[in-house]
Structures are given as C-alpha cells and as structure tokens.
C-alpha cells in the first residue's frame, strides 16, 4: 500500500518529442485509499443510473459488542447481516406504507481503532412503489429521533430471533457459543432498549451517493492517518473528544491521539476486515434485486416521470482523470499526444 504508485511496482513509459513520463502500477489493495478512490468512483457511476432523483436517508444498524465475536470467528454469518437489516426496512415499509424501496446495504467491520465491531450501513430510498397499484408513495415518515422506533425494535428483534435460531440448530457445536450461556447472553440482549440505530437526514441522490461512497469502498485506514512506521512498529491517529480538564483548558473539537502499535498487531487487525473471496462487499435488495429491476425499473421511472439513463460503460484511466482532477495524463506540457513506449518493471528496495 505504501508504494502504490512508486517505481517499486513498475510502470508505463509514454512519449512525446517535449517530453517522457512515467505512469506507476497501483496495488489494487482493497485497503489503498488511492485504489479505494477509484473504486468508488466507478461504484457510483455504475449505481447512478439505476437510482431516479428523489431524497434518500442513511441507515446505520450495530449489535451489542458481545456478539461481535461470534461473528468474529464465524466469517459465514456475517453475509447475512446486510439481508437481515435490509428485510427489516423492508418490513416497516410493506407493512406500514405498502411500499417497495431502492436499499443498496454494505457490511462494515472496523471502526477508527480498526477492531472489529460489524455494522451494516443502508443507503435508502424516502419514498417506495406501491405495487399493486403501480403508484409511487412520495415521502415515508422515517423516524427522526433517537431512539428512532420502530426501527430499532425491529433489528434488535430480527437478529436476536437470527442468532436464537442458529444456536438451536446447532450450528455453533463444538464452540463457546454453543453454551446453555451464551442462549442466556442473546436473550439478556435481546430484552435491552439501548440497541444503536441511526437515520440520517434526507440527501439528494448526488449527494447521499457521495456520502455513501466513503462507507462503500473505504479501506480500514487511509494513508493520511498513518503519522509514522518503521519494522517494528506502526502509528496512527485516532479522533476523540476533549475531557472536561481539556475543554477547561481552552481546547475544543475533536482532539488526534496518537495510537502505538506493534507491526504485528496492526497488521492482526487490518486481515480481520478482509472479504472473503468472491463476496460482494455491496449488497442490494428492494427494487433493485436483478429480478424485481429488470420487471419495474421503467414503471418506477416512468411513475415519476424521469428518463432511465444508459449505462455508462467502463471508465478509462485516462477519462477518470480528465472527470476527477481536469488533467489529460497523455498531454504533455505543450498539449502535444504522448504515445506509450514500453513497460518498465517492479523495482526492488
């Protein structure tokens, strides 16, 4: 991650009569905030045209941290989580206002110390199609407020009612959790009010989709809070907020404190957030399920009245450029072309 595009990876040799550059190799990492950039870039590209222009709100739903360890150690389980967060905005919607939303869900598993601590984050629709009636419902009343009931009643209920199931299938034999209890531990949490749901206020698409992206592709830790790291030891900055000393003091905001690490130790927990191969990291249900958009995607857009946009096709790096940073990479200082010329290979320190 630290020679993303440095001479350590190879490059790209391209020419003009004024000039020769070289275009670096990236490392593709999932944790790169270079990389992750360009995939999100691309991700709303691709989601842009499937979401007409109408208000969307950001769901976060979280669990008690004496369950994260069970999902910890039982990587299968946590794909279902985004379809369990999402069948429960699903419920609330069908039951109450007879309507389909667009709900694209991600599963996130670290937080600024980089543990684990899974939640699932959902981008929205406000409004839904009335199927039967093939009617767009305008605006549903999501809650505001905290505690933001009954949505979290609902999630509280659902994944309790998941993981009562799954130990009684036995699923969990030969663990911890197989325990009379740990049966104990998700019945005492399922009985408790202080489960951490939280709605945003309503967004634009451009904007909820801009505010999403940094949920959807964003490595465990960027680049910029890495303050310093040698063989042995890695440090980052976290934000917290100023103790009542502090703020006495003069301070205010957020305050960066450093964090120290052992290389072994950061590296333990940044492999906790790795994907397992050939799982989507984003999830989508509602209207856009593969099945349930090819059958009423142009009922939805023709109810609201607005055009379905064409797919947009690929992006080259040289367009991505040109869109992000207003920079042609194969125009030299004089405007003239560049043509590529060889391939120079990785480097080695």
Not at 138 to 160: G, H, M, Q, V, Y
Not at 273 to 302: C, D, S
């Amino acid at each position: 991650m630290s020679k993303c595009g440095t001479k350590y990876l190879g490059a790209e040799v391209y020419q003009s009569y004024n000039e020769v550059k070289h275009i670096y190799h990236t490392c593709k990492s999932r944790f790169c905030t270079r990389c992750g950039k360009k995939a999100t870039t691309e991700w709303l590209r691709r989601t842009w045209r499937d979401l007409p222009e109408i208000p969307y709100v950001h769901v976060t739903v979280t669990m008690p941290k004496q369950f994260r360890e069970l999902f910890r150690t039982h990587k299968e389980m946590e794909r279902d989580l985004p379809a369990l967060a999402s069948r429960v905005i699903e419920k609330w919607a069908k039951k109450n206002f007879g309507a389909s939303l667009f709900i694209v869900a991600v599963l996130q598993t670290y937080g600024k110390w980089i543990t684990y601590n899974p939640h699932v984050h959902m981008l929205v629709s406000l409004g839904g199609l009335d199927e039967t009636r093939r009617k767009w419902i305008e605006s549903l009343p999501f809650p505001a407020e905290e505690p933001f009931e009954p949505i979290r009643t609902l999630w509280r209920d659902a994944l309790t009612r998941y993981l009562l199931t799954v130990h009684k299938n036995g699923a969990l034999a030969g663990t911890p959790f197989a325990s009379a209890q740990f049966e104990s531990i998700i019945r005492v949490q399922g009985m408790r009010t202080d489960w951490q749901v939280n709605i945003g206020k309503p967004r634009d698409r451009k904007k909820i989709l801009e505010y999403a992206g940094r949920y959807m592709r964003h490595p465990p830790i960027s680049n910029a809070r890495i303050m310093s790291y040698t063989e042995d030891e890695v440090v980052f900055w976290v934000k917290r907020k100023p103790t009542k000393a502090e703020r006495a003091s003069g301070k205010k905001g957020p305050i960066k404190e450093p964090v120290h690490l052992s290389l072994k130790e950061f590296i333990d927990r940044l492999v906790l957030h790795v994907q397992t191969r050939y799982r989507h990291g984003m999830r989508f249900f509602g209207l856009l399920t593969p099945r349930r958009k090819k059958a009423l995607k142009e009922i939805v857009f023709q109810a609201l009245g607005q055009p379905i946009l064409p797919s947009p096709g690929r992006q080259s790096f040289r367009e991505m450029c040109i869109k992000e940073f207003g920079v042609d990479p194969f125009l030299d200082p004089q405007g003239m072309q560049m043509e590529w010329k060889r391939r120079l290979p990785a480097q080695r320190e």
